[in-house]
């Protein structure tokens, strides 16, 4: 029991009676105490051990690594919703946001705990509230803002937890370093933000289409609540092994209710698993509105493929991410159907290029053709040279594309052989070894085995470019290197077209003409919007001057087509009403080339006039163009097609 005399001096309503000096002075020895304890509140930190500090060091390490896979995962999950260009316009401006906004989170006194049940039921959550929030955000037709809010209630808190947490862990390194600008909280949440935007392109290459994005959010889910366990464990323990005194608080009562914020992201992940799209383990299954039937769907090189039905307008369509790859109308539609039970194509530019064979050519050949289709789709135009006698090699990317084409889409089997793999490369090596009239073809590995080596093949009498999705194309598929490659893979008669998807008078459009005509002697462009009779044309539409169109080019000093006799049509109307109006469809170069005299952006050193569009090897002006291009076709492909149908995947 503390003397009586202690008891007066801390006594707040006791008298300030001063104490003789003296050997028994207890209000001295009281004074004392309270400077040493005093002392002790303002005292630096010990310095962590050594083992301690690789510990923060792993964490912070895990942290970054952690984070850099959710941010790839949070922009996948969107890509169905809104296409890659929408996902990606402002998401670095949002996560650099995010970040800083974590400072303020110093001044809650959040302990990291809490941080990480956050972390973790943000992550366990984003598969669902991705699909609600992004379609619900889409409904209101912005490419540029529905991204923003979205990103806003998934990725950010995330980045800003975690922007917080390695602040946190960063300071308590040691009393040395925690006083260092290198480690302030600005600077660490910065630092943050740019090596994970430097991590994202190596990490994308390494787990793209070897894991759903989503099943990434749940196990990253997980290890922030089993890190949260861990942390919350460790505390417990920390206060067990020190000795009770009055100086040490008590230790927290462990009780089944400390562990409900563990059991958050624990439900939240359970919910996201039986609702989410992405995890739905078998196909087919309906849309809630009854609208859509999905028959199958895969995370695949290019995006998310998914087949399915309208049940409504009654067609079959293929999509990746938010482009429709092609179509065919069903039981139930207006549309003839053939012996697989599918009509005419719902797109009717896929027609429009199987106009490549009414281009007159000067030499009759006898022998088959030969024809290259670089872009699959659901292949209506392989499908048809093939029908009219033409040995056909397909060379596609994606082999989701192919084998729902094959096993949904009628397609049959290609009988000049199939290349999955980048029209780039296989048109580069093969264009490499062209000789009078021919090419060399390597050899696969049983040829090989049996002595063959490679085959000598007939050049191409024609070659169908399609490769538009999403609203932008490759820019390396669309140089004047690749195309003197596809002009090598050319007979000397051959025909080349070329698909793309733009605004007349845009600065993609216009490049492509110029970097065409560069390489070919002659050109004409044709679009597939419905043509009306002189004087019956409708009023201009907000997106009228978007537009599909084919370019056609060969190396005459002419480019005509004949005209189309019934064996064109295939027994289809639609293909007979597209080849039959090719004369009003046709594209003036003036209405392409628009009234601009200069490209946006960087002009070209020393080039002038209209070879200021010709894209060469290298130029990246084309993607920087298409940015604005592919926001204004999410925009068009919102009008073509129902909400349900973007929405169901």
Known sequence: MPPKASKRATSSGGPNIPSKPGAGNSSATSQTAKNTTDATNVAPAPKKSFLEMIQIVIKCILLSIGLTLASIS?????????????TSFHYRKVTLVSVMASLLLGFTGMDERKALVGIA?????????TLWIGSWTARFGSPVWGPVVTHSFIAAPVWCLSAFLLSKWMASLSSQVS??????????????????????????AQIHTRIRPTSILIHLSSAAAVSCAVSYISLINSYTSITPSASTPRPPRTTWRSYIPLAIPLLLA???????????????WTSASGNVRVLARTDSFTGVVVVAENLVDKFRYLRCDHSLLGGMWIAGSRSPLNSDGLGDSIYTAFVLQEAIRLVERPVNHKEQDRSLIIGLGVGVSAGALQ????SVTVVEIDPAVYTYAREYFGLPEPNGGVFLEDARGWVD???????????TEPGNATEILQGSASTSKELFDYIIHDCFSGGSVPTFLFSTGFFEGVKGMLKPDGVLAVNFAGKLGSDPAHAILNTLLSVFESCRVFHDKVVYE?????EAGEHDDFLNMVYFCNNAPALKFRDPTEKDFLGSFLRQHILTTMDRREVAFADIRGNVTAPVGKPLPDVQGEAQWILKDGDERLGEWQKATGLEHWTVMRHVMSDDIWESF
Request: aromatic share 8%; glycine share 6%.
């Open 534 to 538: 002189p004087g019956k044309e409708p």
């Open 121 to 129: 039921s943000f992550l366990a959550a984003s598969p669902v509230a």
């Open 179 to 204: 006083n260092s600008p290198a480690v302030s909280p600005p600077v660490v949440a910065f630092q943050l933000w740019t090596l994970v935007g430097a991590l994202e392109p190596v990490a994308f």
């Open 429 to 439: 090596r093969r264009a490499r070894t062209v000789s009078d009239g021919h090419y």
């Open 270 to 284: 359970q919910v996201s698993k039986r609702t989410s799209p992405h995890l739905i383990p078998t196909e087919p």
């Open 387 to 390: 029908s009219h006698g033409s």
């Open 74 to 86: 949070f922009q996948e999950t969107l890509q169905p919703l809104y296409g890659s260009i929408a």
